[in-house]
């Protein structure tokens, strides 16, 4: 029996193209190989430059909850307040993180499937005098994305002086960022829109998040602490705690991938792409949770077609079968509604291919679509690419 390798659909990991896996097949060096030590610099150099950031970029072991936490970390202090706006699971995430910190914690949540306004943003932070506040570019539980360039004109008019924090772990290199819109500290890591397997976290921090870490003295935090990893992001010839020499090497090549492409050209082909997606899935019955205006180009979250009788185990366990891997929804989502990940290097081969499965996976669990059907909506639109 032939096997067909099965696509990482979920919203991360994402495929990882050949070029990157290469990267992490390579011997291992010393990590004060010369070139390794070259290569590395290279990379948060172009971090830095291509994300428009005056401060410093950090890559680290780790996951994008580390990035999370390491960016309240060099931020905020003991007794300091925030504020956490949250539109889903990741949002939320947020609370506990910062609350065991010792800092103390409101919220401002929208209902899921739905976003805040900059305005719902800037009453709350009139209200009390705020350290931080937190913002998840997208929800990876809803879909949606907030209206980021819009949160940072507000806050660098309003509230210049509290420190923006931005999740964009489903969204950095998928989704519209500059640090240069006055974001504070911008975190991701590599298995999402970078398309490399998971391993890395990475952070830009602003020159006045760099210039508020120094004020803040010691901190408690040692592998979390920018001060620690500033002198090695400048020169990594240097040592505190040993780099993943080859996940380093992979995201040089996904950098590679992703100045290749442009950066600008990469999000306008991630709206795209999501677009003539989310047209092939509505064409076979499936809702978006998001409203169009709200919705994220990096992945999707769909609602089973009423009366479709699609049972969302057993779809999805067919929708493995046929070659692709999903994720559950979660909390009030979970079982009405599936997520789909579609950012990163993904191709047109990616695309059809994830399309036709779900077809399948519908005719297999009973639901009576015409086949074909949403493969055709989403060819119309990557024929005009
Ligand atoms: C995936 C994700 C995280 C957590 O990243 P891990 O690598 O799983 O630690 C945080 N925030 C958002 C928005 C995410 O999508």
Redesign the pocket.
């Known amino acids: 029996m032939i096997k067909t390798p099965k696509l990482v659909m979920i919203?991360?990991p994402t495929p990882v193209v050949r070029s990157i896996q290469d990267q992490m097949a390579r011997e291992t060096v010393a990590f004060g190989d010369a070139g390794f030590v070259a290569d590395f610099k290279g990379v948060v150099a172009d971090l830095k430059s291509m994300w428009r950031c005056d401060g410093e970029a950090f890559v680290i072991a780790g996951?994008?909850?580390l990035a999370?936490e390491m960016a309240v970390a060099n931020v905020t202090k003991r007794g300091d307040s925030v504020l956490i706006c949250s539109h889903g699971f990741?949002g939320d995430?947020f609370i506990d993180m910062c609350a065991n910190k010792g800092l103390a914690v409101d919220t401002l949540k929208a209902e899921w499937g739905s976003v805040y306004t900059p305005e719902q943003m800037d009453a709350a932070l009139s209200a009390k005098k705020y350290a931080a506040v937190t913002v998840?570019h997208?929800?990876?539980s809803t879909g949606v994305v907030v209206p980021l360039k819009a949160i940072c004109d507000m806050m660098k008019k309003k509230h210049p002086d509290v420190m923006l924090i931005v999740?964009a772990?489903?969204a950095a290199a998928g989704a519209e960022a500059w640090m240069d819109w006055g974001i504070d500290v911008l975190l991701t890591?590599s298995?999402?829109a970078f398309g490399v397997a998971?391993g890395l976290a990475i952070l830009w921090a602003s020159r006045k998040a760099v210039e508020k870490r120094r004020s803040l003295g010691t901190i408690p935090e040692s592998y979390a602490d920018f001060e620690r990893w500033i002198p090695i992001m400048n020169d990594p010839s240097k040592y505190w705690g040993t780099p993943p020499v080859n996940m380093i090497w992979a995201l040089k090549e996904s950098v590679r991938i992703i100045k290749e492409e442009g950066l600008e050209e990469r999000y306008a082909r991630h709206i795209r792409q999501a677009g003539y997606f989310v047209a092939g899935m509505e064409a076979l019955g499936f809702r978006p949770a998001a409203p169009k205006e709200m919705r994220a180009p990096t992945l999707t979250v769909f609602f089973y077609p009423e009366g479709s009788g699609l049972e969302d185990a057993a779809f999805r366990a067919k929708l493995g079968e046929e070659g692709i891997y999903s994720a559950g929804s979660l909390a009030g989502f979970a079982g009405k509604s599936f997520r789909l990940g579609h950012m990163g290097n993904i191709d047109k081969h990616i695309l059809v291919g994830a399309m036709a499965a779900v077809e399948r996976a519908c005719l297999k669990c009973g639901y009576k679509i015409e086949p074909g059907k949403g493969l055709g909506a989403l060819q119309a639109g990557l024929a005009k690419e």
């Open positions: 919203p991360g996951s994008g909850t999370m990741f995430r998840t997208v929800d990876t999740d772990v489903a890591c298995q999402k998971p």
